[in-house]
Antibody
């Protein structure tokens, strides 16, 4: 059974940094492209980052380019999202996803002073 | 960027009703469209991939259709457990529809 478990969210001040993790199980993690997707409160979904299975390519939404970094450690079956210079508009539930087929339960990031 | 316009944003229907939800793309998306169901407090669940392919384990009352710029999710006979928010994803350039909140009448 595919499982994706996100962690690392929390309440942070504007301008600060946070690193999210997503631990994968139930599939060969190193064979799949992975995404981060977020959903702001009472808003729609926004794709924010993609990393290829071998980390050879990374893509970002314009809204996070230059501030967020996606990475992975295939030896640990773990996906990461390093978030810098956080803004109030980054407040959202952050989901990791295997391709677009399976999603984790999400981790909540709140950026507020 | 390709924009996805989903309608309606809110839908109220009775058990047994046929329900349709639409997504319109700003340009041809060549059937690269998925449909998801999200219940309150849960992760989104893939229902339909590439326009009309039913994900494993999803009831056959769910179906998808469309081509070009216009796509539809159909629930043939609404069940109480179908109360959720539904959204589409154009997965080529990774753009989501705005979502449809489905409630029971």
């Amino acid at each position: 059974e595919v499982q994706l478990v996100e962690s690392g969210g929390g309440l942070v001040q504007p301008g600060s940094s946070l690193k999210l993790s997503c631990v994968a199980s139930g599939f060969t993690f190193s064979s799949y492209n992975m995404h981060w997707i977020r959903q702001a409160p009472k808003k729609g979904l926004e794709w924010i980052a993609l990393i290829y299975y071998d980390s050879s390519n990374k893509y970002y939404a314009d809204s996070v380019k230059g501030r967020f970094t996606i990475s992975r450690d295939n030896s640990k079956n773990t996906l990461y999202l390093e978030m810098n210079s956080l803004r109030s508009e980054d407040t959202a539930m952050y989901y990791c996803a295997k391709g677009f087929a399976y999603w984790g339960q999400g981790t909540l990031v709140t950026v507020s002073s | 960027d390709i924009q996805m316009t989903q309608s309606p944003s809110f839908l109220s229907a009775s058990v047994g009703d046929r329900v349709t939800i639409n997504c319109k793309a700003s340009q041809n998306i060549n059937k690269y469209l998925n449909w998801y169901q999200q219940k309150l407090g849960e992760a989104p669940k893939l229902l339909i991939y590439n326009t009309n392919n039913l994900q494993t384990g999803i009831p056959s009352r769910f179906s998808g259709s469309g081509s070009g710029t216009d796509y539809t999710l159909t629930i043939s006979s609404l069940q109480p457990e179908d109360v959720a928010t539904y959204f589409c994803l154009q997965h080529s350039s990774r753009t989501f529809g705005g979502g449809t909140k489905l409630e029971l009448k």
